[in-house]
T-cell receptor, first 111, second 116 residues
Framework: QKEVEQDPGPLSVPEGAIVSLNCTYSNSAFQYFMWYRQYSRKGPELLMYTYSSGNKEDGRFTAQVDKSSKYISLFIRDSQPSDSATYLCAMSRGGDYKLSFGAGTTVTVRA | SQTIHQWPATLVQPVGSPLSLECTVE??????LYWYRQAAGRGLQLLFY??????ISSEVPQNLSASRPQDRQFILSSKKLLLSDSGFYLC???????????????FGPGTRLLVL
């Protein structure tokens, strides 16, 4: 079993729809959670960063962490064609310099 | 603000040839530095990380090596490339310990390597 599981998709939605992405993990020691956006042939870009459980909102993006269920989510409201990318979740125990990544979900927003 | 550079952007090399990829970070001091490989349709595989000059930790035994000759410079090398070394190589940095958001990593633009 992988330490971090993420459905690779692909996910295709019409413009304006809500995009819902999620990851599950097995290591209960994870306490730092991140979402990265990666456009084709580019490096990943940090999108959201959350410590421990709870919600965090930044513009059209909302990140949720449920440590009791070992489940994290990213929601994109009012999706735009420019949101078409691969979204990677990442998480860390803290203190050992390493991130564990999901495989990434490819999202296409249709105009 | 901090900036991370990688070059070259694209590289096509024959099997058996040497490799040198370079990564530099600007706007910060004593960063942690990382090399990742991303195969097509797959996740990120950590290859090496460094917490200081000359300090390299290897995550995966393989045909590659890394060096950190200066505080903000990280180099990925190989003496003889294999076909399986093809992929997208990403350099990343994170803030030095005791600073906020230590667990976050910031990625460079990547180098696409094709070994023929």
């Amino acid at each position: 079993q992988k330490e971090v599981e993420q459905d690779p998709g692909p996910l295709s939605v019409p413009e304006g729809a809500i995009v819902s992405l999620n990851c599950t993990y097995s290591n209960s020691a994870f306490q730092y959670f991140m979402w990265y956006r990666q456009y084709s042939r580019k490096g990943p870009e940090l999108l959201m960063y959350t410590y421990s459980s709870g919600n965090k909102e930044d513009g059209r993006f909302t990140a949720q962490v449920d440590k009791s269920s070992k489940y994290i989510s990213l929601f994109i409201r009012d999706s735009q064609p420019s949101d078409s990318a691969t979204y990677l979740c990442a998480m860390s125990r803290g203190g050992d310099y390493k991130l564990s990544f999901g495989a990434g979900t490819t999202v296409t927003v249709r105009a | 603000s901090q900036t991370i550079h990688q070059w070259p952007a694209t590289l096509v090399q024959p099997v058996g040839s040497p490799l040198s990829l370079e990564c530099t970070v600007e706007g910060t001091s004593n960063p942690n530095l990382y090399w990742y490989r991303q195969a097509a349709g797959r996740g990120l595989q950590l290859l090496f990380y460094s917490v200081g000059i000359g300090q390299i930790s290897s995550e995966v035994p393989q045909n590659l090596s890394a060096s950190r000759p200066q505080d903000r410079q990280f180099i990925l090398s190989s003496k003889k490339l294999l076909l399986s070394d093809s992929g997208f190589y990403l350099c990343a940095w994170s803030p030095a310990p005791l600073r906020s958001r230590q667990e976050t990593q910031y990625f460079g633009p990547g180098t696409r390597l094709l070994v023929l």
